[in-house]
């Protein structure tokens, strides 16, 4: 079965601190690999995604992830945080066929 | 629409209640998709349609849900005689032409049914 770890559920950072959130997948082959966040009180929104090409990839906001194929991971970064970051954040991943397997979720508060 | 539609926002349902949430997706939009998300957890899949035809309902936790999109366009996702294990948020998401690569996803607020 389709398996994605996020292993930090909570996280608490000050502002201008730098984030980063991990996102490990359980199998081989080719994936598209997303990054969604959820602000309070509103929809899933999409932060970036990772089809092919350049493994490092820039999304909205400042955000960035790194695809590491050998250790199945897609970790999430900002170099600085804001407190207008605080939200939940979910690593989700394709492989073939059309639906996302999503991890547990990371609650990131973001503190002034 | 400019987003995914999802009604109504909130359902309190009494335990055996049926219960109907509806989807407006993304217009023109192909593929449509149901998640459940319990408390605390991610998104979990439950069903997909691509345009009227439902081509995957290995999510579906029972024969008490049942999905449907007539038109292609709107779906209800329907859950009979409701048990509290039921109590999750519902959302829908939408995207465009499926099997064109960089396709995304366009998620809705959810319905956040309660079983009582």
């Known amino acids: 079965a389709q398996s994605v770890s996020q292993h930090n559920h909570h996280v608490i950072l000050s502002e201008a601190a730098s984030l980063e959130l991990g996102c490990n997948y359980s199998?081989?082959?080719?994936?598209?690999l997303f990054w969604y966040v959820q602000y309070p009180g509103q929809h899933l929104q999409l932060l970036l995604k990772?089809?092919?090409?350049?493994?490092l990839v820039k999304g909205i906001k400042g955000f960035e992830a790194e695809f590491i194929k050998s250790k199945f991971s897609f970790n999430l970064r900002k170099p600085s945080v804001q407190w207008s970051d605080t939200a939940e954040y979910f690593c989700?991943?394709?492989?073939?066929?059309?639906?996302?397997?999503f991890g547990t979720g990371t609650q990131l508060k973001v503190e002034l | 629409g400019a987003g995914v539609s999802q009604s109504p926002r909130y359902k309190v349902a009494k335990r055996g209640q049926d219960v109907a949430l509806r989807c407006d997706p993304i217009?023109?939009?192909?593929?449509l998709f149901w998640y459940q998300q319990a408390l605390g957890q991610g998104p979990e899949f439950l069903t997909y349609?691509?345009?009227?035809?439902?081509?995957?309902k290995s999510g579906l936790p029972s024969d008490r849900f049942f999905a449907e999109r007539p038109e292609g366009s709107v779906s209800t996702l329907k859950i009979q005689r409701t048990q509290q294990e039921d109590s999750a948020v519902y959302l829908c998401?939408?995207?465009?032409?499926?099997?064109?690569?960089?396709?995304?996803?366009?998620f809705g607020s959810g319905t956040r049914l309660t079983v009582v």
């Open positions: 998401a939408s995207s465009a032409r499926p099997g064109r690569r960089n396709y995304g996803y366009t």
């Open positions: 199998y081989g082959g080719t994936v598209n």
């Open positions: 990772y089809f092919s090409g350049d493994p």
């Open positions: 989700a991943v394709r492989r073939g066929g059309n639906k996302l397997t």
């Open positions: 217009s023109g939009h192909v593929s």
């Open positions: 349609f691509q345009n009227e035809a439902q081509l995957d």
